[in-house]
């Protein structure tokens, strides 16, 4: 349950993450894959200065990596956040979500979305509030 109202601009960044969640979802590969190349070419020195802090098998590597990476967790913990309330959406608001944030190019104003939905411009808002109300509450930014 919101405690809130949410800020403009959470609202908006949340928005915004929206928008992005398919390229979000790219560059979350792309990180995993500089990581596990990187750590690859990573030399096996045993014995040095890092020696007590970092594992010693390619494998525990990679993964101590993969873990302590920040923005890599940030954005997989906001990706599962939008893919967590997208899947318990009704079809009307998933096709919702398709329409106003995944389609590209987005042609469609707010009004073209509500006849597609065959509801209301005040519906649709409604709607719009309540996922990023949800997301919001998922990964606790309210």
Request: without cysteine; hydrophobic residues 40%.
């Amino acid at each position: 349950m919101i405690l809130g109202k949410l800020r403009r601009g959470t609202f908006k960044h949340i928005e915004a993450e929206l928008y992005d969640y398919h390229e979000t979802i790219k560059r979350i590969k792309e990180r995993k894959e500089e990581i596990l190349f990187s750590s690859s070419s990573v030399d096996d020195n045993k014995g040095g200065a890092n020696s007590a802090r970092v594992p010693n098998s390619p494998t525990e590597r990679i993964a101590t990596m993969l873990v302590m990476d920040k923005r890599l967790r940030e954005l997989e913990r906001i990706t599962e956040a939008i893919e967590a309330v997208y899947q318990s959406l009704d079809v009307e608001r998933k096709k919702l979500i398709r329409l106003k944030y995944w389609t590209k190019p987005q042609t469609l104003t707010w009004e073209g979305i509500a006849l597609k939905l065959n509801v209301s411009r005040a519906t649709v808002f409604r709607w719009r509030e309540e996922v990023v109300n949800a997301i919001a509450e998922k990964l606790g930014w309210y």
